[in-house]
């Protein structure tokens, strides 16, 4: 069945205009021709660098790949535009970031419960908007990278910066609180945004199979049992294809991908700032992390043009926002697979489905008298290899052995 997906036509490349002029700052004419030094080339790294190259200020990213987005392989993603009152558009277009990439808003989805009864869920404005990752043209990491340089930022490749070197530190996750397998491949099946929750074949995570102009992924998420990834994906691909059938095998590529989630006293080290998963900056609720990614570095960028507090600005638009979402893991995992029922006929009953998921992120009195009974149950007392200092986490342990980051090869590789 081909599904209605009402999405805006994707795009690549937005009207010109100075994109300074949506960015809420005073920049003071700063020309400080001593460069700030960015270690890492991910949608934080060069967010802060866009900011500060378009302000004036001599920028140097330090990237340790010969290219960016090298540990994805062109599979598709999702910027979520729920957990903000303010569309994710409107933001990009304040932070001064050029849709230059593919974007696709979507409002429509399919969500299967463990019994794989399906429900349609629907929204009349975007509850996300799809991009994709990868060292690929059209790709959201070469059209940050484009806007870096042309804004004047020096990229330079295949070079290690030391974090103590750093002016700010965006490299990334470091170990998984969440691991996801994902296979991309290309495809002329009908168009299809399904997602699958069932805690027995993705414990504590779900799968999911999108299907959009050509380009197809499928993955399955996680956030225990690690070591058993291989077995959890094939036994969820095998359950999602015999509800939502689809050829796959079409230049299919394999990768792995953490998601690094933990709740910090600061985001910073004698004056180094770290943004985005190095610092933790994380969706715990789905693992959606790229908008927290581009907001840290962003506020990061702030923080320096504005002389300010990074710490000061993340706590204000980012700190509530991820301990809610704490609170909201909770309940998704302790509900089970019953409680996963219900919010899949919940999410199909809603008249707007994005209005609904903006209800689960909204802070609201009896969360926050619910997280620190969470923090209780599930804070580890072991070691971690979270950065940059005092935070809460749920680490397991951190020499756990798991996959590789990044691109697996393709099958028989």
């Known amino acids: 069945m081909v599904l209605n997906l009402l999405c805006e036509t ?4 937005s009207a010109a205009r100075d994109p300074s002029a949506n960015v809420s700052l005073d920049w003071n004419s700063l020309t400080d ?12 790294g060069l967010s802060a660098a866009i900011t500060l ?8 990213v330090h990237e340790a790949h010969s290219d960016v987005g090298s540990r994805f392989t062109g599979d598709l993603q999702i910027i979520e535009n729920s957990s903000e009152p303010e569309d994710v558009r409107d933001f990009l277009a304040r932070a001064g970031i050029e849709t230059n990439f593919y974007f696709r808003p979507v409002t429509e989805a399919r969500f299967f419960d463990h019994r794989l009864n399906a429900r349609q869920v629907k929204s009349s404005t975007p509850y996300g908007c799809f991009i994709r990752r990868g060292p690929f043209e059209g790709s959201l990491d070469r059209g940050l990278l484009a806007q870096a340089l042309e804004a004047g930022a020096a990229l330079r490749f295949g070079s290690r910066l030391d974090p103590a070197e750093a002016d700010l530190v965006a490299t990334g996750p470091a170990s998984p609180d969440g691991l996801a ?19 027995r074949l993705s ?18 998420a996680i956030v225990s049992d690690f070591k058993r990834i291989d077995d959890y994906f094939e036994a969820s691909l095998a359950r999602a294809l ?6 796959i095998d079409r230049n299919q590529k394999t990768g792995y991908s953490y998601m690094n989630f933990h709740l910090k006293e600061t985001a910073m080290i004698d004056g180094r700032s770290f943004a985005g998963e190095a610092a933790g900056f994380q969706d715990y609720l789905f693992g959606l992390g790229i908008r927290y990614a581009l907001k840290s570095g962003w506020l990061a960028a702030r923080a320096i043009l504005e002389e300010r507090s990074f710490d000061e600005l993340w706590r204000a638009e980012l700190g509530a926002k991820q301990r809610t979402s704490l609170v909201n893991r909770f309940l998704y995992e ?3 697979n019953l409680g996963l029922s219900m919010f899949v006929r919940q999410a199909g009953k809603a008249s707007d489905f994005n209005a609904y998921l903006a209800s689960w992120h909204r802070s609201a009195w009896w969360k926050r008298a619910v997280e620190p009974l969470v923090r209780h149950l599930w804070h580890h007392e072991g070691s971690c290899l979270h950065k940059p200092g005092p935070h809460w986490c749920r680490a397991r342990d951190s020499r756990m052995k798991v996959p590789p980051l990044g691109p697996a090869g393709s099958p028989g590789e």
């Open 10 to 13: 994707p795009h690549w490349q």
């Open 33 to 44: 021709s001593t460069p700030i030094r960015i270690a890492g080339a991910g949608p934080a």
């Open 53 to 60: 190259a378009r302000a004036g200020r001599a920028v140097e």
């Open 181 to 199: 397998r994902e296979i991309t491949f290309e495809s002329d099946e009908p168009e299809r945004v399904d997602v699958f929750f069932d805690h």
């Open 203 to 220: 414990p504590g995570g779900y799968s999911y199979l999108f299907i959009l102009d050509g380009i197809g992924t499928f993955g399955t």
């Open 242 to 247: 015999a509800a939502s059938p689809a050829r």
């Open 334 to 336: 302790a509900g089970g």
